[in-house]
């Protein structure tokens, strides 16, 4: 016990250590010199949305108020009755000189409703830069500039960005949901940039029109669970780079519950794990404080052992701390400040996110069932001298959220 012990304290130590590494790279990213200004060219914001959900107007209002020349908003719901219409056409009365457009289109085109929604929006487009944006972004005014002097770079597919995770409220759920997306996939994404990755974290997709149509359009993608993973391929397939914009946005994080974000973050594991398995078996060295915790466990509670588990946590907190005041997530709003007390309970709970994502492949979002199975055969049916899979992000699927 005392070896196992020992073992599950230096795995702690590891994640500790990429902790740290995740806090340093978030420095370079907030350090790197801005792209030059260049050329501004008109640019079309896809929204597929799915009912009014929490903080919807405030999420789509940060668009409407964009530092840039000239953009377009399209909306789009399946549902005649969707509550999000209200929301709006609230926003077309408070943004008069903003051109918001929404389409209301009932047609269905495959397993992935999110794609299928935007396929039903395309026609509606006017312009031929594309970002597809799901309904809970929330943007800083600079947010389309730093998209486009991305885009404008040679040899630039697709520009994606990272994320904060923003709670919809003060629930217990909320804050571990936001502190996972925050303080965990965020510094681990700019990680794996830093090392070379060219993942594409589907919040945010922006692209060229003709793009788009050259991997296919919008029908490559409509049969798949991570349609994020598979227009990155795509667009790498291409020759073309996957590259990240000099800024960050956040995502609302709504659940009130526990086992509602239990089952959010389950349907992203399950994803992620059909995806890429063995790198996913190595995320759980992102957990440091729940293999501290069960170093103390097995060590019975050895002083070493508590000793150890204090320390991890004062140096989880430290990067959690550091990492979002070097990137100002609290001061430009989005983010709460991370929950210190709250650290072992959220990788405690990380882990068995992650033993539960291996009792089975069913997902659920919304009330329709999909199975990451069939998302990977279709994928292996189309993957032949694909870039490498994406290690790192939560999978975007089946609808406008994460």
């Avoid at 073992?7 to 702690?12: C, F, G, H, Y």
């Avoid at 059909?274 to 759980?284: D, F, G, H, I, T």
Wanted: glycine fraction near 8%.
């Amino acid at each position: 016990m005392t070896w196992l012990a020992v073992t599950a304290e230096a795995i702690a130590a590891a994640g500790l250590a990429q902790a740290a590494a995740g806090w340093w790279t978030a420095r370079r990213f907030a350090a790197a010199a801005p792209l030059p200004g260049g050329p501004r060219p008109p640019m079309t914001v896809l929204k597929p949305l799915h009912g009014d959900e929490p903080m919807l107007e405030a999420a789509l209002a940060s668009i409407c108020t964009q530092d840039y020349p000239c953009y377009q908003l399209v909306c789009g719901v399946q549902d005649p009755a969707d509550p999000a219409i209200a929301v709006v056409r609230r926003l077309q009365a408070r943004f008069p000189g903003c051109d918001i457009a929404l389409v209301i289109d009932r047609a269905q085109h495959g397993e992935n409703r999110k794609i299928g929604n935007l396929m039903n929006m395309l026609p509606a487009a006017r312009y031929d830069v594309l970002v597809i944006a799901d309904s809970d972004v929330h943007a800083l005014p600079d947010y389309l500039a730093c998209l486009a002097d991305t885009l404008a770079l040679p040899g630039s597919g697709l520009v994606t960005t990272v994320y904060s995770g923003l709670p919809a409220n003060r629930s217990l759920a909320a804050r571990l949901g936001a502190t996972a997306i925050t303080h965990t996939f965020l510094p681990g994404a700019l990680l794996a940039r830093a090392l070379g990755r060219q993942d594409c974290l589907g919040a945010t997709m922006a692209l060229r029109r003709q793009t788009l149509a050259a991997i296919g359009g919008f029908a490559a993608l409509v049969q798949h669970l991570a349609d994020d993973n598979v227009l990155g391929r795509l667009v790498r397939e291409h020759g073309l780079a996957v590259r990240l914009a000099h800024t960050v946005c956040a995502t609302t994080v709504p659940e009130t519950g526990l086992s509602s974000l239990f089952q959010h973050e389950l349907r992203w594991a399950r994803t992620i794990q059909a995806l890429v398995p063995a790198e996913y078996a190595a995320s759980l060295i992102q957990h440091p404080l729940a293999w501290a915790a069960l170093a103390v466990l097995l060590s019975g509670g050895a002083p070493w052992a508590l000793a150890g588990f204090s320390l991890v946590w004062a140096g989880r907190a430290a990067a959690a701390r550091g990492l979002q005041a070097r990137l100002g997530l609290v001061r430009c709003g989005l983010a709460t400040p991370a929950p210190i007390w709250l650290l072992p309970l959220r990788d405690l709970l990380s882990m068995a996110v992650f033993a539960a994502s291996y009792v089975s492949d069913r997902v659920e979002w919304r009330g329709q069932v999909l199975h990451t199975a069939l998302d990977m055969a279709e994928y292996d049916a189309t993957s032949e001298g694909a870039a490498p899979r994406p290690a790192t992000g939560y999978a975007t699927f089946g609808g406008s959220n994460r």
